[in-house]
């Protein structure tokens, strides 16, 4: 049944046929199978649900069934190999496509431990390109931020240098060590004190002003820090997510190209072989069989079209014959020439009538 063979012809044939027809239709029955259980594994990793997988595998499994028992069953024995290469030629082509497309999933879920190494490793790539394309975005605002506080810092040391240089003159001023060098607080100390003490007000009044500044710009900087590893966060599971059906697929081409031809060899041998078991076979008591079944069921309508032409033309010949002999019949002439003549009364009636409503 697999084969695509003739049940009854098949078992009114040998032994021998029979086993030859069985390991072609195991085959293709064991084909259909490993279809089955690629395409569940190339859809699990699609949509990560077994009872999806599984429905659309078996759905796969059997369309891979029905083609190449289809192309089995085809391949028809000719006397000429030629003819029977030609023949299968086509069949040939599709059934190599078909490998390919068995053979592929199989080969992620074989190699999939190098498949997992392949897709950490862009994955870790991903994660990085993604942070840095993230950052590009947030760094000139962060940076500039930081160079706001920076200078507000640097203002205030500034400013608190040269208040403790103001106090360091007094200082200096009242000991009698620079300045007037008269020991005491006299009136330049006076003045360099009014100074230090002016200076120092601004510095407090500087530290609240830009205190208040910096510690505004570090609430910016910690919104767009918060924002830059929410974005992250959010993108990361993208990423994650990158190993589908697409992505194993050119993770393997990563890898080693001679073991996945091997698979691929295997593949097509298996969807081959029952191909090439016709075509290499001879031609056998099955084979004959089947042949003449064909040749009676094509004879036999040949002979119907042939008798339906036949009697076609025979009647042809009838009519023509009968309506030949009806034309010379002189009852039929007379009936009709008395048919035409009331016709001819009856339009002349009809036109004088017409005529004399116009005139008058």
Avoid at 232 to 249: K, S, V, W, Y
Avoid at 293 to 309: D, F, M, P, S
Wanted: aromatic fraction near 10%; charged fraction near 25%; include cysteine.
């Amino acid at each position: 049944m697999c084969s695509g063979a003739d049940i009854d012809i098949l078992q009114t044939s040998s032994k021998a046929e029979q086993t030859k027809y069985a390991g072609i239709g195991g085959t293709v029955f064991f084909t259909a199978v490993m279809a089955f259980i690629a395409s569940t594994y190339a859809l699990f990793t699609v949509f990560d649900n077994y009872f999806i997988a599984i429905i659309f595998g078996l759905v796969w499994g059997l369309l891979i069934f029905n083609l190449d028992r289809f192309i089995v069953s085809t391949i028809k024995k000719q006397d000429n190999n030629w003819k029977e290469v030609l023949q299968a030629t086509p069949r040939i082509i599709l059934a190599i496509i078909i490998a390919v497309v068995i053979s592929k999933p199989l080969e992620m879920k074989i190699f999939e431990k190098e498949i997992n190494q392949v897709l950490l490793t862009q994955k870790n790539d991903l994660t990085l390109a993604n942070k840095n394309q993230i950052a590009t975005r947030f760094i000139p605002e962060i940076q500039t931020i930081q160079n706001e506080i920076t200078a507000l810092k640097q203002e205030i040391a500034k400013k608190e240098a040269e208040t403790n240089a103001l106090y360091e003159t007094y200082i200096s001023e009242a000991e009698g060590t620079a300045g007037t060098k008269l020991l005491g607080k006299g009136p330049v100390y006076k003045e360099k004190r009014e100074k230090h003490d002016a200076a120092l007000t601004e510095l407090q009044q500087l530290k609240i002003t830009n205190t208040a500044k910096i510690s505004e710009k570090e609430n910016q900087l910690t919104t767009l820090t918060t924002q830059q590893k929410t974005e992250e966060t959010i993108t990361q599971p993208i990423i994650n997510g990158f190993d589908g059906l697409m992505a194993r697929i050119n993770a393997l081409k990563e890898l080693p190209w001679l073991p996945s031809f091997f698979i691929f060899l295997l593949f097509l041998a298996i969807e081959t072989s029952p191909i090439f078991s016709k075509l290499i076979a001879p031609k056998g008591e099955y084979d004959y069989k089947l042949q003449d079944h064909e040749n009676a069921v094509k004879t036999w309508v040949e002979q119907k079209v042939r008798q339906r032409a036949a009697i076609l033309n025979t009647d042809t010949e009838l009519n023509s014959a009968i309506y030949e002999d009806i034309s010379k019949e002189e009852e039929l002439y007379n009936f009709k020439k008395q048919k035409a003549r009331e016709i001819l009364q009856f339009q002349a009636d009809a036109f004088y009538k017409s005529q004399k409503k116009i005139i008058g």
